[in-house]
């Protein structure tokens, strides 16, 4: 199967793909991320394309490649 990404996700250039918390443990207050950061769900009202990432020895992990996000805030 070849369902590798062909374009860069919108995630790269987001400052939500990286979680924060309030604290910096992971005590839940988060200030930073969202709902595929943190907890690898679909964000609402995203455009996303399903894909899958090679992670070696014939080992692929489900992904997706967002195009328009709702949340997507530069950074
Ligand atoms: S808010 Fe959207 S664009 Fe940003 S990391 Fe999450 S899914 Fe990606």
């Given at each position: ?35 595929w950061s943190i907890w690898r ?9 399903a894909c899958t990432i090679p ?21």
């Amino acid at each position: 199967m070849n369902d590798e990404p062909t374009r860069p996700t919108l995630c790269w250039i987001c400052r939500h793909a990286v979680p924060k918390t309030r604290s910096g443990h992971n005590d839940g207050d988060y200030i930073q991320g969202c709902d595929w950061s943190i907890w690898r769900c679909k964000v609402p009202g995203w455009t996303a394309i399903a894909c899958t990432i090679p992670m070696g020895r014939n080992r692929d992990m489900p992904s997706y490649t967002v195009i328009e996000c709702p949340k997507f805030e530069r950074g």
